[in-house]
């Protein structure tokens, strides 16, 4: 059965108001402004009037009602479920005592709950107990139930016999007819009424008015339903639950079983089974006066609606979030992040109110266009400490910024502090807003203006942090701080290993070069010494006439001269190499020193104790520069001791006599060439014949040298340098990758907090190598020279193998196969082939191996993707949603008022419905949320707890209108010509009345 069918009928005609100009005058003012709040309900309380179980035994009337009324206010019971068998005879008489008498004053309401026993029996042998709770807001019900009642039938002996007082009577004495009183019939009555489910089930069908206005509860022990045989009752225990709207039970077993929480039996099948989910709820039952309000082990039941019937239908569309059973309601934890009340003061005439108390759960503000919505939440907003922005467009008080001058706002908040600010003043003055605000034209801009999702990464970066411990912020005040320093160290490693392979790729070059001109040496040595052998041969023709012991003395000098030319050029590059060496020793003096002092002015920042500092600083060996001067200035005076400038007083290590010096021998030399000959023509020929065999010997010996040096060291440097910058390439990888964890780790509270989320729709954080391939392919095209043949071949050669082999080897981040794959590019790519047969005349090998060996296409990502689409690609819709989502549920630990504005303008119903509700509805259960908003499930898909309704009106001869706030619960409905808040929702937010129907059908079978 449809539990409520009637009464959600006129509700959706009540919704069905024409369009008109909504004015405050047209709302029901509500009992309850804050709207729905947690209450202490008990709906199981008997009365002396009840006839079964002996209840309140000796105790008069006028006895109980005055300890019930002191039970009831010392235990903060708001309402009670007067509860009889078969009647309602004591609720009647304590009605007629509040009403009539005064009585019960801190009691909200009285529900009449008649409790029957109907048939099946249990499986010890006694009947199930069915309740009826009726609603009393009709000033009529108390005759219209007596009437319906008297239409329930039991039949006996032939004869039928309605449930009043005369016929139960009637009813007792045809059984027998020795009752002392009809007082004793009336009990035996009672005691005997026991129809059967099917016949209470069609006389409610048959009760029109009654059904409409009644809940059915059904007990769950052993009286109950759980009392039912396991053995062929199945089909009873189904039906009888379709039946009833919830059970009586205050265990918690029961509760997570009715709800659909258990396993084996998930929400679909308790629906398919019982035809919606069913709240628990709990009574004390009380049949004396010790145990009135007290059930056992503290099992209260809280409500967390109005004290109205129509706030116990609200257990009903919410199960799991509008009852509770235990010993004190659920709430927040912090009443310091609390907005109590909003109060205003020299308003100038532009609030009719002024203190507007809040609900601590979600906060609705609704309301036609220019009604005052974005007010409220931006005076609160200012009132916490949120400047407001002098150049928003919808911004409250930049529009009225004229006439709000000296307008006081004040927050009272939930431990009784108070904070207020004056417009138009800078904002309440506090290190970190009291609340967090997201405007209108913000979350506008997140959503639609921020093309690139930069701001919207931001603002998620921003929770994140929020999300880190005092110990992992570091000190840092932002994440983007916090991100910079730990990158600091890895991005300056990373352009260090740029400038190394800079350098290699400089001194490969070089290396490549000489090697290059191996064969040319080989060559030009081969034909010296040709040329050496033609010279020789014309010797003996030019030695006829000359003087052999003189000529052979000036082959001797000749060839010491060159020996001595040779130990000068030895000792001369020598002496280059310590002179290198001391001026690299003393960069890398200076360096370390910079980078010294960099580290000790970071280790005072972070207040070091000076003895550490003063030991960061290496011991340098002073006596290393020294002996390095020595060893240049011992080079510079052998060499000018060779050359005989200067004399040589001390032993050089040098078997050479002091005579033996380019000055002596080169004298004596002249003096041999004088005498080698008389006729000069001779002499001449002869010395310069010998001249060039003794030029062309050296340049060989230069050459051999050279080749060999060729052949051995250098084409071992060759070999080493190419190594090394591979693995310096590598390295690069190996940082890359370290920063990669170092991001992980920095990003993992937040993803820890999206895998709790088990959202359908998932944020995750990309952590990886973001490759701009296509960009450095694009720089190879400047080198080619298209009128060589293959350059097209070539090029799409290249391209294929970097996407198809490099890319994902890069992307994989893998050091091993990276290795593999570049290896196998260099090889496939051939720079000196490359600079030879493909490129243009003005490039040169060091650009090819920079290109080659660049990293600047490579870099670290982080993003942050929805489900499974970068920011920057979401429609302005879902960015919407991911920036809610955040806010809702990643910003767990910020406990602060959450203050939004409008957030669903780029939104259609369904987003709203599907990917925001279910976020809203667990965010309110640990922070207070304050939403303005035209979208219908915002407000009762979300079950909001308050709903304040926006009015204004304005004059012609007013500057500015007057605004109103009128607030309730959605359960407030309207009378006679009166709109509740719920008729309020309907008219004001299209698309209200499906919203509604939507929600109370949300876990029951489609009706």
Known sequence: MNPGKSFQSSLYDMCRYPTIDFEASSLLISSYPIGSQWRRWDLHVHTPCSQLGNPFSGIEWNKYVDELEFAAESSGIAVIGV?????????????????????????????????????????????????????????????????????????????????????????????????????????????QFKPDRTDLKNWLDKEAWLRSNCLIGIANGNDGISGLPLDGFGAVRDEMLCLCDFVFSGSQRDREHYLGRKSGFPPEEIIRQYGSLKPCIHGSDAHNIEKLFKPDNERFCWIKSDPTFQGLRQILWEPETRVHIGPVPPQLTDQSQLIRCISFSDTKGWFTQENIELNAGLVAVIGEKGAGKTAIAELAAFAAGVSWDKKSQSSFITKGQPYLSDVKVQLEWGNGSVTSATLLDQPHSVPLPLVRYLSQDFVERLCSSDHEGRELQKAIEDVVFTRLDSIQKEG???????????????????????????????????????????????????????????????????????????????????????????????????????EDVKQSYSLLKSKVESEVKEIQEKLEEIETKKDLID??????????????????????????????????????GDDRTNSQTILTVTKLIGELKEKVSED?????????????????????????????????????QFLQKQTQRLEIYLEFFSALNEDEEGLRDLYAPIQQAIEKLEMDRKFEIFVGYQIDFREWLKNIGRFFDRRHTGVDEKRIEIEKFVELSLVSAWKKGEIEEIKTKFEEFVKL?????????????????????????????????????????????????????????????????????LIIDQPEGNLDNSSVYNQLVPYIREAKKRRQIILITHNPNLVVATDAEQVIIATSVRSSSQRYPIIEYNSGSLEHIGKDDHLGVREAVCLLLEGGEPAFKERENRYALSK
Request: glycine share 4%.
């Open 83 to 191: 509860t009889d068998y078969m009647s309602i005879d004591g609720y009647e008489r304590l009605f007629i005592a509040k009403e009539e008498n005064g009585r019960l004053k801190n009691v909200s309401l009285l529900i009449p709950n008649i409790e029957f026993r109907i048939m099946p029996n249990t499986e010890t042998g006694k009947a199930l107990n069915l309740h009826l709770l009726i609603d009393p807001s009709d000033p009529d019900h108390i005759t219209k139930i007596k009437r319906s009642l008297k239409n329930l039938k039991f039949h006996y002996k032939g004869e039928s016999y309605g449930c009043s007082r005369d016929e139960l009577i009637e009813f007792a004495r045809k059984q027998r007819n020795d009752f002392e009183n009809d007082d004793c019939a009336y009990r035996c009555g009672i005691e």
């Open 476 to 578: 840092y005040s932002s994440f983007s701080e916090l991100r910079k320093a730990r990158e600091t160290a890895s991005v300056r490693r990373r352009e260090n290993f740029r400038g190394e392979i800079a350098t290699l790729n400089k001194e490969i070059e070089r290396l490549y070069q000489a090697i290059s001109q191996r064969q040319l040496k080989v060559d030009s040595k081969n034909e010296v010494e040709k040329q050496i052998e033609d010279l020789k041969k014309q010797l003996p023709d030019a030695t006829q006439f000359v003087d052999q012991a003189i000529f052979e003395q000036l082959q001797e000098q000749q060839s010491l001269l060159a020996g001595i030319e040779k130990d000068i050029a030895a000792k001369t590059r020598i002496r280059r190499a310590i």
């Open 615 to 652: 030991r960061i600083p290496p011991k340098w060996d002073e006596t290393v520069e020294k002996s390095l001067k020595i060893m240049i200035q011992t080079i510079d005076s052998n060499i000018n001791k060779l050359k005989g400038s200067e004399k040589d007083d001390t032993e050089n």
């Open 680 to 716: 000069e023509e001779r002499r001449k020929r002869l010395l310069d014949l010998q001249k060039q065999i003794s030029e062309r010997m050296g340049t060989v010996e230069r050459l051999e040298m050279e080749i060999t040096n060729l052949d051995t060291r250098v084409k071992q």
């Open 829 to 897: 790519f051939d720079a000196e082939n490359f600079l030879e047969n493909f490129a243009s005349q003005k490039t040169t090998l060091v650009e090819l191996y920079d290109w080659m060996f660049s990293t600047d296409h490579i870099s670290l990502s982080y993003k942050i993707r929805y489900n499974e689409t970068e920011l920057e690609y979401l429609s302005p819709g879902t960015r919407g949603i991911a920036l809610l989502i955040l806010y809702l549920l990643m910003d767990e630990d910020d406990t602060r008022p």
